[in-house]
Protein backbone atom coordinates (compact mmCIF):
# COMPACT_ATOMS: atom_id res chain seq x y z
CA UNK A 1 0.00 0.00 0.00
CA UNK A 2 1.84 3.40 -0.93
CA UNK A 3 2.89 5.89 1.46
CA UNK A 4 0.31 8.72 1.79
CA UNK A 5 -2.61 7.11 1.30
CA UNK A 6 -3.66 6.39 5.03
CA UNK A 7 -4.96 8.92 7.33
CA UNK A 8 -5.68 7.04 10.51
CA UNK A 9 -5.61 3.39 11.67
CA UNK A 10 -7.01 2.34 15.07
CA UNK A 11 -5.51 -1.24 16.70
CA UNK A 12 -4.02 -2.47 14.32
CA UNK A 13 -2.04 -5.72 15.15
CA UNK A 14 1.55 -4.61 15.11
CA UNK A 15 5.25 -6.23 16.75
CA UNK A 16 7.53 -3.67 17.82
CA UNK A 17 10.84 -4.23 15.72
CA UNK A 18 12.89 -1.22 16.77
CA UNK A 19 12.98 2.47 18.25
CA UNK A 20 15.49 5.23 18.23
CA UNK A 21 15.33 8.33 20.30
CA UNK A 22 13.81 11.62 18.10
CA UNK A 23 14.17 15.16 19.47
CA UNK A 24 14.16 15.33 23.31
CA UNK A 25 12.09 13.14 24.55
CA UNK A 26 10.24 11.21 21.47
CA UNK A 27 10.76 7.81 20.09
CA UNK A 28 10.74 6.56 16.59
CA UNK A 29 9.13 3.19 16.57
CA UNK A 30 9.95 0.50 13.60
CA UNK A 31 6.30 -1.64 13.66
CA UNK A 32 5.67 -4.74 11.84
CA UNK A 33 1.98 -4.68 11.09
CA UNK A 34 -0.12 -7.49 9.57
CA UNK A 35 -1.97 -5.21 7.53
CA UNK A 36 0.44 -2.67 6.20
CA UNK A 37 4.27 -3.92 6.48
CA UNK A 38 6.57 -2.06 8.05
CA UNK A 39 5.71 1.23 9.78
CA UNK A 40 7.33 4.43 11.14
CA UNK A 41 5.28 5.81 13.46
CA UNK A 42 6.91 9.01 16.06
CA UNK A 43 6.04 7.79 19.67
CA UNK A 44 5.56 11.68 20.95
CA UNK A 45 6.80 12.22 24.60
CA UNK A 46 8.12 8.29 24.80
CA UNK A 47 11.06 8.86 26.70
CA UNK A 48 9.42 10.83 29.46
CA UNK A 49 9.62 8.68 32.70
CA UNK A 50 5.53 8.70 33.07
CA UNK A 51 4.90 7.77 29.11
CA UNK A 52 1.69 5.74 29.31
CA UNK A 53 3.55 4.03 26.18
CA UNK A 54 6.78 3.43 27.27
CA UNK A 55 6.86 0.32 29.11
CA UNK A 56 4.84 -1.03 26.33
CA UNK A 57 7.51 -0.37 23.54
CA UNK A 58 8.93 -4.04 23.54
CA UNK A 59 9.80 -6.50 21.24
CA UNK A 60 8.06 -9.82 20.59
CA UNK A 61 5.21 -8.84 22.25
CA UNK A 62 1.95 -9.00 20.33
CA UNK A 63 0.18 -5.23 20.54
CA UNK A 64 -2.39 -3.02 19.18
CA UNK A 65 -1.54 0.20 17.60
CA UNK A 66 -3.10 3.30 16.63
CA UNK A 67 -1.80 5.50 14.42
CA UNK A 68 -2.07 8.59 11.76
CA UNK A 69 -0.66 10.99 9.40
CA UNK A 70 -0.16 10.64 5.62
CA UNK A 71 3.68 11.02 5.64
CA UNK A 72 6.18 8.04 5.85
CA UNK A 73 6.93 8.74 9.59
CA UNK A 74 3.42 8.49 10.80
CA UNK A 75 2.12 9.33 14.41
CA UNK A 76 1.87 6.54 17.06
CA UNK A 77 -0.97 7.60 19.21
CA UNK A 78 -1.96 4.28 21.58
CA UNK A 79 -0.53 0.96 22.46
CA UNK A 80 -2.52 -2.05 23.83
CA UNK A 81 -1.54 -5.61 24.97
CA UNK A 82 -2.43 -7.99 22.21
CA UNK A 83 -2.87 -11.64 22.78
CA UNK A 84 -0.45 -14.31 24.39
CA UNK A 85 1.78 -12.56 25.90
CA UNK A 86 5.54 -13.99 25.05
CA UNK A 87 8.85 -14.68 26.88
CA UNK A 88 11.82 -15.13 25.08
CA UNK A 89 15.10 -15.17 27.21
CA UNK A 90 18.56 -16.31 26.23
CA UNK A 91 19.20 -17.73 22.90
CA UNK A 92 15.63 -17.69 21.76
CA UNK A 93 16.00 -13.70 22.78
CA UNK A 94 19.40 -13.41 20.67
CA UNK A 95 16.97 -15.48 17.87
CA UNK A 96 14.29 -13.03 18.12
CA UNK A 97 16.68 -10.17 18.09
CA UNK A 98 17.79 -11.52 14.65
CA UNK A 99 14.97 -12.07 13.05
CA UNK A 100 13.80 -8.45 14.24
CA UNK A 101 16.62 -7.51 11.93
CA UNK A 102 16.39 -8.97 9.22
CA UNK A 103 12.48 -7.73 8.56
CA UNK A 104 14.19 -4.50 9.21
CA UNK A 105 16.59 -5.14 6.57
CA UNK A 106 14.58 -6.65 3.93
CA UNK A 107 11.21 -5.92 4.50
CA UNK A 108 10.41 -2.47 2.36
CA UNK A 109 7.83 0.44 4.31
CA UNK A 110 4.20 0.09 3.44
CA UNK A 111 4.45 -3.66 1.86
CA UNK A 112 1.77 -5.45 3.60
CA UNK A 113 2.68 -9.62 3.96
CA UNK A 114 -0.36 -11.19 6.25
CA UNK A 115 1.06 -14.20 5.60
CA UNK A 116 4.37 -13.56 6.94
CA UNK A 117 2.89 -11.33 9.93
CA UNK A 118 1.66 -15.13 11.15
CA UNK A 119 4.40 -16.86 10.41
CA UNK A 120 6.54 -14.34 12.29
CA UNK A 121 4.13 -15.12 14.90
CA UNK A 122 4.57 -18.76 14.96
CA UNK A 123 8.07 -18.35 15.20
CA UNK A 124 8.32 -16.33 18.32
CA UNK A 125 5.99 -18.71 19.97
CA UNK A 126 8.19 -21.42 18.82
CA UNK A 127 11.28 -19.83 20.04
CA UNK A 128 9.02 -19.05 23.45
CA UNK A 129 8.63 -22.80 24.11
CA UNK A 130 12.15 -23.51 23.95
CA UNK A 131 12.14 -25.33 20.57
CA UNK A 132 15.42 -25.68 18.24
CA UNK A 133 17.06 -22.49 17.78
CA UNK A 134 18.95 -23.22 14.57
CA UNK A 135 16.51 -25.44 12.52
CA UNK A 136 14.10 -22.56 13.51
CA UNK A 137 15.75 -19.39 11.93
CA UNK A 138 16.27 -21.64 9.00
CA UNK A 139 12.45 -22.13 8.55
CA UNK A 140 11.72 -18.46 9.13
CA UNK A 141 14.91 -17.04 6.90
CA UNK A 142 13.48 -19.36 4.18
CA UNK A 143 10.16 -18.47 4.33
CA UNK A 144 10.99 -14.73 4.39
CA UNK A 145 12.69 -15.03 0.90
CA UNK A 146 10.16 -17.08 -0.33
CA UNK A 147 7.51 -14.32 0.82
CA UNK A 148 9.73 -11.74 -0.38
CA UNK A 149 8.92 -12.84 -4.12
CA UNK A 150 13.41 -14.61 -4.05
CA UNK A 151 12.90 -17.96 -6.14
CA UNK A 152 14.82 -20.67 -4.37
CA UNK A 153 13.97 -23.71 -6.22
CA UNK A 154 14.82 -27.05 -3.95
CA UNK A 155 12.86 -29.51 -6.03
CA UNK A 156 14.72 -28.44 -9.54
CA UNK A 157 17.50 -27.81 -10.72
CA UNK A 158 18.29 -24.76 -13.36
CA UNK A 159 17.36 -27.11 -15.74
CA UNK A 160 13.70 -28.15 -14.27
CA UNK A 161 15.30 -31.62 -13.68
CA UNK A 162 14.19 -32.99 -10.39
CA UNK A 163 16.61 -32.93 -7.79
CA UNK A 164 18.60 -36.30 -7.20
CA UNK A 165 19.50 -36.97 -3.28
CA UNK A 166 22.94 -38.18 -4.12
CA UNK A 167 23.97 -35.57 -6.22
CA UNK A 168 26.18 -32.63 -5.27
CA UNK A 169 24.87 -29.53 -6.72
CA UNK A 170 26.54 -26.06 -6.68
CA UNK A 171 23.47 -23.79 -5.68
CA UNK A 172 23.81 -19.91 -6.80
CA UNK A 173 21.80 -17.03 -5.99
CA UNK A 174 18.96 -16.14 -8.43
CA UNK A 175 19.92 -19.12 -10.46
CA UNK A 176 19.23 -22.29 -8.23
CA UNK A 177 20.89 -25.92 -8.14
CA UNK A 178 23.29 -26.41 -10.87
CA UNK A 179 24.46 -30.32 -11.47
CA UNK A 180 28.12 -28.74 -12.15
CA UNK A 181 29.39 -25.49 -11.08
CA UNK A 182 30.52 -24.27 -14.60
CA UNK A 183 32.63 -21.81 -12.63
CA UNK A 184 30.02 -20.03 -10.87
CA UNK A 185 30.41 -19.20 -7.23
CA UNK A 186 27.86 -21.06 -5.40
CA UNK A 187 27.30 -23.09 -2.27
CA UNK A 188 28.36 -26.80 -3.06
CA UNK A 189 25.41 -29.01 -1.43
CA UNK A 190 24.37 -32.41 -1.59
CA UNK A 191 21.04 -32.87 -3.09
CA UNK A 192 19.38 -34.23 0.12
CA UNK A 193 19.97 -30.92 1.44
CA UNK A 194 17.65 -29.49 -0.88
CA UNK A 195 14.90 -31.88 -0.49
CA UNK A 196 14.97 -31.79 3.05
CA UNK A 197 14.60 -27.97 3.25
CA UNK A 198 12.13 -27.98 0.89
CA UNK A 199 10.17 -30.35 3.65
CA UNK A 200 11.42 -28.25 6.50
CA UNK A 201 13.34 -31.28 7.99
CA UNK A 202 16.50 -30.60 9.63
CA UNK A 203 17.31 -33.89 11.58
CA UNK A 204 19.94 -34.59 9.25
CA UNK A 205 23.34 -33.49 10.84
CA UNK A 206 24.46 -32.48 7.17
CA UNK A 207 21.35 -30.64 6.23
CA UNK A 208 21.53 -28.59 9.15
CA UNK A 209 25.32 -27.71 8.52
CA UNK A 210 24.56 -27.54 4.59
CA UNK A 211 21.71 -25.63 4.80
CA UNK A 212 23.24 -23.15 7.20
CA UNK A 213 25.92 -22.43 4.41
CA UNK A 214 23.42 -21.89 2.13
CA UNK A 215 20.95 -19.51 4.14
CA UNK A 216 24.01 -17.23 4.93
CA UNK A 217 25.11 -17.09 1.68
CA UNK A 218 21.58 -16.39 0.14
CA UNK A 219 21.33 -13.85 2.78
CA UNK A 220 24.20 -12.07 2.20
CA UNK A 221 23.60 -11.86 -1.46
CA UNK A 222 20.53 -9.80 -1.26
CA UNK A 223 21.33 -7.88 2.04
CA UNK A 224 24.05 -6.48 0.25
CA UNK A 225 27.42 -5.54 1.66
CA UNK A 226 26.75 -4.58 5.80
CA UNK A 227 26.64 -7.63 7.38
CA UNK A 228 23.57 -8.44 10.07
CA UNK A 229 24.90 -7.75 13.23
CA UNK A 230 22.99 -10.02 15.25
CA UNK A 231 23.88 -13.03 12.62
CA UNK A 232 27.37 -11.94 14.61
CA UNK A 233 26.34 -12.54 17.46
CA UNK A 234 25.02 -16.00 17.21
CA UNK A 235 27.69 -16.71 15.25
CA UNK A 236 30.21 -16.06 18.26
CA UNK A 237 28.07 -17.60 20.84
CA UNK A 238 26.63 -20.65 19.17
CA UNK A 239 27.40 -20.84 15.52
CA UNK A 240 23.53 -20.67 14.82
Known amino acids: MAAGSIARQDQQPVFVLHT?????????????????????????????????????????????ATWSG???LRNLHSLEWGEGLLLLNGEALMCGFYLNE?????????????????YYTETLRVLAAGADAPSTLRRFELRLLQQLGYALPLTEDVGGVHIVPETVYC???ERGALPESDGEIGVQLA?????????????DPVTQQQSKQLMRTLLAH?????????????????EL
Do not use: I
Open 171 to 173: YVA
Open 102 to 118: LLLRLLPREDAHEALFQ
Open 222 to 238: YLGEKPLYTRQLLMDLQ
Open 20 to 64: YPFKETSLVVELFSRDFGRVAAVAKGARRPRSAMRGMLQSFQPLL
Open 70 to 72: KSE
Open 191 to 203: GKTLLDMACEDYT
